[in-house]
T-cell receptor, first 113, second 113 residues
Framework: DTGVSQDPRHKITKRGQNVTFRCDPI?????LYWYRQTLGQGPEFLTY????????KSRLLSDRFSAERPKGSFSTLEIQRTEQGDSAMYLC???????????FGQGTRLTVV | ELKVEQNPLFLSMQEGKNYTIYCNYS?????LYWYRQDPGKSLESLFV?????AVKQEGRLMASLDTKARLSTLHITAAVHDLSATYFC?????????????FGKGTKLSVKP
């Protein structure tokens, strides 16, 4: 499968715990994006990378959220001290610099109990 | 405030009927995206509309873009049950192709026999 891959697909965690999600983009794509989607809403942009550089992070929801893409390939999204309001689907997408069409992964569904 | 508004949000259709979903946006973007999402699944790219007057068709779906009116339409012809899904339109927040997309709330389409 050469699409965008996310792991895990589902995560249940207790409030206050830290969680980390992984995204592997399409191999030739140098842009990688993180979105959050809550029930009944469209995806909400969080951050994006071009290669290893994080070019936009002002829309990360709080300082509990952070993302990395250390070698310009896979990326991780970490949420520290999770809250019930963090329960959502976290989507990763990737694209080429030129063209801009973003292809989405299957998402990680987070449930905070 | 940047907005993407879809109309209607819910649509129940009978098989064989035609209908149009509308997407209005408030940015100056000349690029608009349509995505499909099945329940519990990720987003599938349907169309990328790159310029004013662009029209694209795939099967029973046809999308168009009027950048002067800041309006895109997704027309459904002779609906079939397999088209039941949620459809999202999105534009780039910065008006270009940087992937910082603003999504509408989605139109939940249900096609009944």
């Amino acid at each position: 499968d050469t699409g965008v891959s996310q792991d895990p697909r589902h995560k249940i965690t207790k409030r206050g715990q830290n969680v980390t999600f992984r995204c592997d983009p399409i191999s030739e794509h140098n842009r990688l994006y993180w979105y959050r989607q809550t029930l009944g809403q469209g995806p909400e942009f969080l951050t994006y990378f071009q290669n290893e550089a994080q070019l936009e992070k002002s829309r990360l929801l709080s300082d509990r959220f952070s993302a990395e893409r250390p070698k310009g390939s896979f990326s991780t999204l970490e949420i520290q001290r999770t809250e019930q309001g963090d329960s959502a689907m976290y989507l990763c997408a990737s694209s080429l610099v030129q063209g801009g069409e973003a292809f989405f992964g299957q998402g990680t569904r987070l449930t905070v109990v | 405030e940047l907005k993407v508004e879809q109309n209607p949000l819910f649509l129940s259709m009978q098989e064989g009927k035609n209908y149009t979903i509308y997407c209005n946006y408030s940015t100056t973007s000349d690029r608009l995206y349509w995505y499909r999402q099945d329940p519990g699944k990720s987003l599938e790219s349907l169309f990328v509309l790159l310029s004013n007057g662009a029209v694209k068709q795939e099967g029973r779906l046809m999308a168009s873009l009027d950048t002067k009116a800041r309006l895109s339409t997704l027309h459904i012809t002779a609906a079939v049950h397999d088209l039941s899904a949620t459809y999202f339109c999105a534009v780039d927040r910065n008006g270009g192709s940087q992937g910082n997309l603003i999504f509408g709330k989605g139109t939940k389409l249900s096609v009944k026999p």
